[in-house]
T-cell receptor, first 120, second 115 residues
Framework: DAGVTQSPTHLIKTRGQHVTLRCSPI?????VSWYQQVLGQGPQFIFQ???????GRGNFPDRFSARQFPNYSSELNVNALLLGDSALYLC???????????????????FGAGSRLTVL | AQKVTQAQTEISVVEKEDVTLDCVYE???????LFWYKQPPSGELVFLIR??????QNEISGRYSWNFQKSTSSFNFTITASQVVDSAVYFC????????????FGTGTRLQVFP
């Protein structure tokens, strides 16, 4: 079975441009999350979508937006790019996102290889 | 607020040495989940383990073991008899009870294992 696939793998943009990143979750996974990983740092949560609805949003400006399609794939859009937006953008999928009963396990996020964005 | 601290930025060892990666977390939730992920140079985060706050039993999986101590808010990871293939960046992460896809990651520990 295919894992989480992301495209493009690498891209270079200039300041002020717009970028769209795409993600296809694992078959059967309905939840998609986006993370930004700046060089040398841990990933930071941007968005989470479940059943096409936004279920979580991190501390990112309105220049960042996302959506999920009926087939559960997702797009992350970033407008008016800044140099500081240069990062590895990771997509992750899971079956559901809700914490479960005491004593049982949480979902496990499966990550894609990421899209490396360079803003010049 | 939730926070994960990995104080060790980089660790270098020689093959077959044992190495422990430290993770300290902060949360006000009584139910929470802890994770370890491995990030090889390819960039893809690989899941290693999850633990919920009600299960303090330590776990061993092959050369990997995890020590969860709620009293010190720590969830440390030990690799026994390290190998060159263990070289990667390792992240500890925390989630709350209501959205387990929203992970708070530490800054990671880069492990280099030399032959």
């Amino acid at each position: 079975d295919a894992g989480v696939t992301q495209s493009p793998t690498h891209l270079i943009k200039t300041r002020g441009q717009h970028v769209t990143l795409r993600c296809s979750p694992i078959s059967g996974h309905k939840s998609v999350s986006w993370y930004q990983q700046v060089l040398g740092q841990g990933p930071q949560f941007i968005f989470q979508y479940y059943e096409k609805e936004e279920r979580g949003r991190g501390n990112f400006p309105d220049r960042f937006s996302a959506r999920q399609f009926p087939n559960y794939s997702s797009e992350l859009n970033v407008n008016a790019l800044l140099l500081g937006d240069s990062a590895l953008y990771l997509c992750a999928s899971s079956t559901t996102y809700l914490g479960q009963r005491k004593g049982s396990g949480a979902n496990v996020l499966t990550f894609g290889a990421g899209s490396r964005l360079t803003v010049l | 607020a939730q926070k994960v601290t990995q104080a060790q930025t980089e660790i270098s060892v020689v093959e077959k040495e044992d190495v422990t990666l430290d993770c300290v977390y902060e949360t006000r939730d009584t139910t929470y989940y802890l994770f370890w992920y491995k990030q090889p140079p390819s960039g893809e985060l690989v899941f290693l383990i999850r633990r919920n706050s009600f299960d303090e039993q330590n776990e061993i999986s092959g050369r990997y073991s995890w020590n969860f101590q709620k009293s010190t808010s720590s969830f440390n990871f030990t690799i026994t008899a390290s190998q060159v293939v263990d070289s990667a960046v390792y992240f500890c992460a925390l989630s709350g009870p209501y959205n387990t896809d929203k992970l708070i990651f530490g800054t990671g520990t880069r492990l280099q294992v030399f032959p």
